[in-house]
């Protein structure tokens, strides 16, 4: 669905983007309240201190919060590929789910809709789109378990790995992909979230193949 300027709903929470920086990183979130309107609101009140440039509710309706060449309020402290402030850097999607169901059909063909007229606007490229628990490891874990990421590949909006690659480091894979420096276990779970949701327990060797290929496959999108 083409985002609908009518269904604009200014959030007073956003300044200028610091240091000259524009968007080069498109940051998803999952809202993690009941429906659209307990998000919206959140999002527009100005005690609360957080917003986002795009909301999308379950049905697929797309609503504008914050202009895209504003810095708005999403990300909070995490880094990227080695940049921090990473909402002066970004562009941040919030998706209407409470965290515990899958995202509905209308929801992601929307998504999809958006974020390609995002990289087209700023020419951010697949490899430049994240959740927000990559770039902060053990703090958030939007959008989650259930997001398709892989779906996301198969459209060239995101970058996940076919398969697995070679048996490698992975410390050396996650920072490869852009995660940064954090403790080990939350970093592994920050990974199996976007890589490998189904996975428990300590570190293994599927770990370190899958996060090889994915840490190819970001090479190659670059």
Avoid at 29 to 56: K, N, P
Wanted: charged share 25%; hydrophobic share 40%; with cysteine.
């Amino acid at each position: 669905m083409t985002p609908d300027p009518s269904r604009s709903h200014p959030s007073p929470n956003h300044g200028p983007r610091r240091d000259g920086a524009i968007p080069s990183l498109i940051v998803i979130h999952f809202t993690g309240m009941a429906d659209a309107a307990s998000a919206r609101a959140r999002l527009c009140d100005q005690q609360a201190e957080v917003s986002a440039h795009w909301l999308i509710d379950e049905d697929g309706s797309v609503e504008a919060l914050v202009p895209e060449e504003r810095r708005a309020w999403h990300a909070g402290a995490g880094a990227w590929q080695g940049q921090e402030d990473i909402n002066s850097r970004s562009i941040g999607i919030e998706l209407v789910n409470p965290g515990n169901r899958p995202f509905a059909a209308a929801q992601m063909d929307a998504l999809e809709t958006l974020l390609a007229g995002i990289m087209a606007r700023w020419s951010i490229g697949r490899q430049a789109v994240i959740g927000h628990s990559d770039m902060a490891p053990g703090r958030k874990f939007d959008p989650g378990p259930r997001f398709d990421w892989a779906r996301l590949a198969r459209q060239g909006l995101a970058v996940h790995p076919d398969g697995p690659g070679e048996d490698r480091p992975l410390t050396e894979s996650l920072a490869a992909i852009g995660y940064p420096e954090a403790d080990a276990v939350e970093r592994l779970h920050a990974f199996r979230l976007r890589f490998r949701p189904r996975a428990t327990g300590p570190e293994d060797a599927t770990d370190r193949r899958i996060a090889a290929a994915a840490a190819a496959a970001f090479a190659k999108a670059m």
